[in-house]
C-alpha cells in the first residue's frame, strides 16, 4: 500500500529567505495542509511611508504660476511611487507643432530664425518672401544660419560638410543638416579578402586569397607545396613559381621537403678512345651497320634507315663509288 504525502512544516522555514536592508517581508498568501501549498508566501516590499508626518516643500506651486512660451505646454504634476510630494515637470515643446509653412502661389519661404527644440525656440521660423525677395533675402538668411547636429553634438555654419559616422555625409544648408549615405561598389567574391579600414565605410580589398581560401597580406610569400612558391601582390593577385629539376645522374632520389631530387654520386658515361676495328666484319647490309650506345659502328645489321634530315628524294644525288666512301652493297 503507498503512502501519502504530508506537509513537512519544518522545510518552510528555510525556503522563506531574507530580504535586503531597506525592505521588509510581506505575508501576501497563506500556507494550508495541502501538499505543494504547505508554506506561508511572502514578498520583500519597502515599507509604507507615513506621508502624514512628510511636509512638502511649496516651491513646485510657484512653478505653476510661471507660464509656459506659446510653443511648449507644462504637463501634470505627479507623485512617483513610494514618495509623498509631488514633481512638477518643466515646460516641454508641443508635439507635432513645427510643420513646414506654406506658402501662396509665386512665394518661397526662407528661415529667419532656427530652432533648437527648447521651449520658446521649440521650431524654425519662416518667412514667405516673393521670387525676387527670395534671392536676395535667401541668401543673407542662410549666411546668419547656423546648423546644430544632435548626433555629433557640434554646430556648423552655412555649407560646412561633415561626418555624421563613416556612412553618411552631411551639408549644412539654409539653417537645416541634410544627410545621405554613402553607396559601396561591390568586390566580386573570391578576388581578395574584404574588411574595413579604420573610420571607412565601404569594405575593401586588404589581401589575397591562397588556394585554401586563407588570408595572405600584402608581399607575403609562401610555401604551397614543395616545389611551389606564391606571393600576394599590389593588385590582390598571386604570383606563383616552380622550379625546373635537372639531375645528372641516372636514379636520383626524393629527399623529404627537397623539391628536386638528388644525386648520391654524378653518372659519367666515357666512350672508349678508339673504337673496335670491323675490318674483318663480313657483313654488307641494307641499312648499314648498327651503332652502340656510344656512337661505335657495331658487327650486326641496321633495321632500318631513319633519316635526319626530310627532303625530296626526286632532288637528291645518287650515291656512288665516287661521292660515297661508306657505301655497302648487299649481295644476294
Given at each position: 500500500?503507498?503512502?501519502?504525502?504530508?506537509?513537512?512544516?519544518?522545510?518552510?522555514?528555510?525556503?522563506?529567505?531574507?530580504?535586503l536592508?531597506?525592505?521588509?517581508?510581506?505575508?501576501?498568501?497563506?500556507?494550508n495542509?495541502?501538499?505543494?501549498?504547505?508554506?506561508?508566501?511572502?514578498?520583500?516590499?519597502?515599507?509604507?511611508?507615513?506621508?502624514?508626518?512628510?511636509?512638502?516643500?511649496?516651491d513646485?506651486?510657484?512653478?505653476?504660476?510661471?507660464?509656459?512660451?506659446?510653443d511648449?505646454?507644462?504637463?501634470?504634476?505627479?507623485?512617483?511611487?513610494?514618495?509623498?510630494?509631488?514633481?512638477?515637470?518643466?515646460?516641454?515643446c508641443?508635439?507635432?507643432?513645427?510643420?513646414?509653412?506654406?506658402?501662396s502661389?509665386?512665394?518661397?519661404?526662407?528661415?529667419?530664425?532656427?530652432?533648437?527644440?527648447?521651449?520658446?525656440?521649440?521650431?524654425?521660423?519662416?518667412?514667405?518672401?516673393?521670387?525676387?525677395e527670395?534671392?536676395?533675402?535667401?541668401?543673407?538668411a542662410?549666411?546668419?544660419?547656423?546648423?546644430?547636429?544632435?548626433?555629433t553634438?557640434?554646430?556648423?555654419?552655412e555649407?560646412?560638410?561633415?561626418?555624421r559616422?563613416?556612412?553618411?555625409?552631411?551639408?549644412?544648408?539654409?539653417?537645416?543638416?541634410?544627410?545621405?549615405?554613402?553607396?559601396?561598389?561591390?568586390?566580386?567574391?573570391?578576388?581578395?579578402?574584404?574588411?574595413?579600414?579604420?573610420?571607412?565605410?565601404?569594405?575593401?580589398?586588404?589581401?589575397?586569397?591562397?588556394?585554401?581560401?586563407?588570408?595572405?597580406?600584402?608581399?607575403?610569400?609562401?610555401?604551397?607545396?614543395?616545389?611551389?612558391?606564391?606571393?600576394?601582390?599590389?593588385?590582390f593577385?598571386?604570383?606563383?613559381?616552380?622550379?625546373?629539376?635537372?639531375?645528372?645522374?641516372?636514379?636520383?632520389?626524393?629527399?623529404?621537403?627537397?623539391?628536386?631530387?638528388?644525386?648520391?654520386?654524378?653518372?659519367?658515361?666515357?666512350?672508349?678512345i678508339?673504337?673496335?676495328?670491323?675490318?674483318?666484319?663480313?657483313?654488307?647490309?641494307?641499312?648499314?651497320?648498327q651503332?652502340?650506345?656510344?656512337?661505335?659502328?657495331?658487327?650486326?645489321?641496321?633495321?632500318?634507315?631513319?633519316?635526319?634530315?626530310?627532303?625530296?628524294?626526286?632532288?637528291?644525288?645518287?650515291?656512288?663509288?665516287?661521292?660515297?666512301?661508306?657505301?655497302?652493297?648487299?649481295l644476294?
Amino acid at each position: 500500500m503507498k503512502g501519502a504525502c504530508i506537509c513537512d512544516p519544518s522545510k518552510c522555514f528555510n525556503s522563506q529567505g531574507k530580504c535586503l536592508p531597506g525592505f521588509e517581508r510581506i505575508l501576501v498568501k497563506n500556507g494550508n495542509a495541502k501538499p505543494g501549498q504547505c508554506c506561508d508566501e511572502y514578498e520583500c516590499r519597502q515599507p509604507a511611508k507615513d506621508c502624514a508626518s512628510v511636509i512638502c516643500n511649496d516651491d513646485f506651486k510657484d512653478i505653476l504660476n510661471d507660464e509656459c512660451p506659446e510653443d511648449s505646454f507644462r504637463p501634470l504634476s505627479y507623485i512617483p511611487d513610494g514618495s509623498c510630494c509631488p514633481i512638477q515637470p518643466d515646460c516641454r515643446c508641443k508635439p507635432g507643432l513645427c510643420i513646414p509653412i506654406q506658402c501662396s502661389k509665386d512665394f518661397y519661404p526662407i528661415i529667419t530664425k532656427k530652432g533648437n527644440g527648447i521651449p520658446g525656440k521649440c521650431c524654425d521660423n519662416f518667412k514667405c518672401v516673393s521670387k525676387n525677395e527670395n534671392t536676395i533675402q535667401g541668401a543673407i538668411a542662410r549666411r546668419t544660419l547656423k546648423c546644430f547636429d544632435s548626433h555629433t553634438n557640434k554646430t556648423y555654419t552655412e555649407g560646412d560638410k561633415f561626418l555624421r559616422s563613416p556612412c553618411e555625409t552631411c551639408e549644412c544648408h539654409s539653417g537645416i543638416v541634410k544627410c545621405k549615405q554613402m553607396q559601396c561598389t561591390s568586390i566580386p567574391k573570391g578576388k581578395c579578402f574584404i574588411g574595413h579600414e579604420k573610420n571607412e565605410c565601404c569594405p575593401v580589398c586588404l589581401g589575397c586569397l591562397d588556394d585554401q581560401n586563407g588570408k595572405r597580406e600584402i608581399d607575403e610569400n609562401w610555401q604551397k607545396d614543395e616545389c611551389t612558391n606564391c606571393t600576394c601582390n599590389l593588385n590582390f593577385t598571386t604570383t606563383c613559381i616552380t622550379p625546373i629539376c635537372k639531375t645528372d645522374c641516372i636514379n636520383p632520389r626524393k629527399v623529404e621537403g627537397e623539391c628536386c631530387p638528388v644525386c648520391d654520386h654524378p653518372t659519367i658515361i666515357e666512350p672508349p678512345i678508339i673504337c673496335p676495328s670491323l675490318e674483318h666484319c663480313p657483313l654488307r647490309c641494307e641499312y648499314g651497320l648498327q651503332k652502340s650506345p656510344i656512337g661505335c659502328f657495331q658487327c650486326k645489321c641496321a633495321e632500318s634507315l631513319e633519316p635526319t634530315v626530310h627532303s625530296d628524294e626526286s632532288q637528291c644525288e645518287e650515291l656512288n663509288d665516287n661521292n660515297c666512301d661508306k657505301l655497302v652493297v648487299f649481295l644476294k
